[in-house]
């Protein structure tokens, strides 16, 4: 991308096809580290309080766990990225 203003005289310069790819892969790196931890540990413990009788509060701490879990990787990505 052109970093100086556009004053007419310039066009823009699209991302480069490189570019594009390490954004998407970003993307989807950060989708499975919230979707994975949030959604898979709050079915666990959907399924452990069934069979133990405890609804809803290995439901709850799969959710804290799984949400905190997700904070902590995207952070770490974040720091990742930002050293690139």
Known sequence: M?????NG???SVPPSSSTVILLML???D???RLFVPSVGLTLVG???DKQLHTKP???IAGI???VT???LLVRMQMKKVKKL
Do not use: F, H, R, Y
């Open 64 to 66: 804290v766990v799984g």
């Open 57 to 59: 509060w290995l439901m």
């Open 2 to 6: 052109s970093t100086s203003p556009n």
């Open 46 to 48: 959907l399924l452990l």
């Open 69 to 71: 879990l997700a904070i």
């Open 26 to 28: 970003t993307i989807g």
């Open 9 to 11: 005289d310039e066009k």
């Open 30 to 32: 950060t989708t499975w």
